[in-house]
């Protein structure tokens, strides 16, 4: 296992629930995919410092083809090793990170300005509600992409995936 930092490490930043993907997207971690998981990794720690309880990651790096598989953007900043969704275990409720967004976007955890976005994001599905954050984090590629008008960190919320709004 290769630690990121105390307690985050590269196959977890990679990791999958699609065991068909799991293994070629741990091999196709290119030494750029790893210096922004990196990063990513130091994004999450203070995050885990501030919750003292662990804090699991449900989708970081995504390969063109878990991408695709998984139904993620086209561009998603997963393929990139630029996002990171996660919930906090031992509580997934609303409450638990709606507490860890408002920390986040109060700049209690690090410099805002180091994020593109930070997303609270809802699904429904036939076990019940699922809610994770989905955390971005800005890079020269990110700067450089004409698609991408960056006018600082965006806070947002989500229950469908499809239509976003914009927390006050």
């Known amino acids: 296992m290769t630690q990121l ?30 210096v922004n998981l990196t990063l990513l990794a130091h994004l999450l720690q203070p995050i885990r410092d ?7 990651v449900t989708s970081g790096y995504r390969y063109y083809w878990l991408n ?19 919930v906090v275990r031992g509580d997934h409720g609303p409450e638990q990170l709606e507490r860890v967004f408002l920390n986040i976007k109060d700049e209690r955890v690090f410099d805002i300005n180091l994020i593109s976005q930070c997303i609270i994001e809802t699904r429904s599905g036939k076990k019940g509600d699922w809610q994770w954050i ?35």
Do not use: C
């Open 68 to 86: 695709r598989a998984v139904r993620g953007a086209k561009h998603s900043q997963h393929r990139y090793a630029e996002a990171v969704d996660f």
């Open 5 to 34: 930092t105390k307690n985050f490490s590269l196959e977890e930043l990679a990791f999958t629930d699609k065991k068909k993907y799991q293994q070629k997207n741990l091999e196709i971690v290119t030494r750029k995919h790893r």
């Open 134 to 168: 989905h955390l971005a984090m800005i890079t020269d590629r990110f700067r450089k992409s004409k698609k991408y008008r960056f006018e600082g960190p965006q806070f947002l919320w989500t229950i469908n995936g499809r239509d976003y709004q914009i927390w006050e």
């Open 50 to 56: 501030l919750v003292k309880r662990p804090v699991v």
